[in-house]
């Protein structure tokens, strides 16, 4: 009987040792591939039911839990509920009305120019992930966009090889690391040295691609649109660190796909060394300017 009772309680310890989690909407739909972040460090991504499993060291701490169709939500003293629910965020179209009749009023989307000769350099499109010691920051004009509300942000991410004998050169694809979370920001422009200055946001957006999608998607919600500054915006990406990207389950970071682009073309790369810290000084990726290349990045205007 002692014997019973002891294998009883090493089961309860056992069980314990996590604790589940149904993430859901209000409707009581489950929502899968939610990142949830424990003190801002993202730790736990739902399953295809909405559910993750919290190690008891996390049990007392903060959740913050983010998805692109919903609100970005923070939890408290969760540990006595089995659900969490977030809010859908919500979505506003725009429409005019003309003789009586309405009509959607189509955003525009802002790209660099690609090269109308299509005579791309051999690496176009298979662009390797970021360094993890490096923050890329993309500078778009304002061209004739102003006023316009800025919306939503792509990031087109790809799989990419990398080498698994340096000395054959033998290298091999990493099949799915397109639909790894990003980190991804807006700053503003030092109008003296044409960099990035101040961050619009004060915490990073994670997202990642969706299955069937060919980008990462950033909506912002109606709260967080802002008009598109007169002296341009720059869009920051970079990595999630090592340990995040094993506590979510992924291998790798994604790659960022590469265009060609014409000559005229005035949306500029730039990066940054993170070791540095955020005094760090903005350099021109002139590697890229001289091949006409840059990386496959939009942002969706409002009308």
Sequence with gaps: MRILLTLFFISILGNAQTKKLTI????????????LLINQTPKYITDSLGNVQIHTSDYNKTITIRHLNF?????????????????EAIKEIQEILIKNSSKKEENILYYPKASTSNLLPKNFGNSSSINSNTELSIFFPIENYKGKIIQKLYIHTCDYKVIDNIQNKKSSKLRGAKYSPIKVNFYT?????????????????????????????LELSVDEEFEFPSNGIFVSIKNLSNTDYENLGFISPPGIELIGISKNNKIIPYFRYLHQGDEALWQKYNYLINRSNTYKVGIELKN
């Design 24 to 35: 859901s909407s209000r409707s009581k739909i489950p929502i899968s591939d939610a990142i």
């Design 71 to 87: 609100k970005t939500e923070r939890f408290e003293n969760w540990i006595s509920k089995d659900t969490l629910f977030l809010e």
């Design 189 to 217: 422009v030092d109008s003296i040295y044409n960099v990035p200055l101040n961050k619009i946001f004060q915490e990073d957006f994670i997202i990642a691609c969706q299955v069937k999608n060919d980008y990462a998607l």
